[in-house]
C-alpha cells in the first residue's frame, strides 16, 4: 500500500485500530498513519472544545517547545513563520527576541484572537501555499510547526512546500506527540483530531527526505503540572467540577450581551474577573492538594517503561542548492 507519510508503495504492517480507523506503519520510512487520513476541516477544530478553549482563554507565555527554539535563536533578527499559530502567545515571544513574525491558521477566531490581543500584524487565515500566492515573493529564514504536522493529510506535501518557502540554510523546527509517549496522558492522539505518530526515525526520515538535516532532537517528559491536570480531568464530575470554566463563559456572556449598565461597566469588569482570578487559585491549590502524590506515583510508574516522554523536538537545517 501506499505509506501516508512518505507516498512509496511499501510494506505497511497494521498496528492498531480506532473506529473506522486504522494505524499502519511504514517498512520504509517508520512513520506511523491512520487509514482514511482524513482532516476533519476547520469548522470541526472551531467547534471541538480544546480549541474554542483556547481561543477563550489564550496562553500568554511561551510553551517548553516554543522556549526550546526561542533558546536556541536560530537565524537571529530573521523573517519567522509560525504554520498553525494557534492564538499567537509563540510570535508575541518571537517578536520580543526581535524575529519578524508571520503566522497562518485556518482557526478565524484564534487569528482574531492574534491581532486583539497580541496585537500581531502579518497573521493569516490561510494555507502556506495560499500565503505564498498572497505573497511571492517572501522567504523565511524560519518556519515553525508545533503540534501541527500530527493534523495534516499529506505530511511530504507540506514539508515541500516548507522547503519551497525557506531561503538556502533556513531552519525548520517541529514537534510533534511522540509516540513512545503513554495513551493514558495522551488521550486526545487519535484521529480525526490526529493522523499520524512519530518517533525519531520517522521524522529524521522524513526530513531528510526533503532537503533537510537534522541539527537536534529533544524529547520532553510530561511535568508534573501536566499530570496534576490529568487528574483533574479524570475525576471530572466527582472531585473536579469545572466551576472556573462556568464563571468564564458566564462572565463572557455577560460582556457580550451588555447587561451591565455603561456607568457600572468598569466595576462588572473587574469583579468578574478577580472572581475568576481567585476561584482559579483555590482549584489549583485543590488539585495539588488532592493529587500530587498520585501524580508523583504514576510518574514513576511511567518513567520505568519509558512511557513518560510525551513531546519529540525537531530542529533541522535546509541544505544550500548552491
Known sequence: ????VCLRETACTQRETYREFSLWECAQCSGQFWNPMTNPGAAWYEKDERYSDRNAAPLR?????????LDENPAPGGRVLDVGMGTGNFLSAAKQKGYEVWGIDFDRDAIAVAREQFGLEHVHVASLEQLREQFPDKQFNAITLFEVLEHVESPSALMQSIHSALADGGYVAISVPYRRGSRLLMPADL???HLTRWNRAAMRNLLEQHG????RFRCFAASLTYVVTKFHFWTRGYLSFGLVN???RRTMASSTTGAAAPQSAGATSVRPARSVSALFI???TKDYVLFTI???VLM???AMRGELRISLYALARKKSTV
Do not use: S
Open 1 to 4: 500500500m501506499q505509506c501516508g
Open 61 to 69: 507565555r511561551p510553551v517548553h517547545t516554543h522556549r526550546a527554539f
Open 191 to 193: 484521529p480525526p483530531r
Open 212 to 215: 533537510f538535516e537534522v541539527v
Open 246 to 248: 462556568k464563571l468564564k
Open 282 to 284: 483555590l482549584a489549583k
Open 294 to 296: 498520585p501524580a508523583l
Open 300 to 302: 514513576a510508574y511511567l
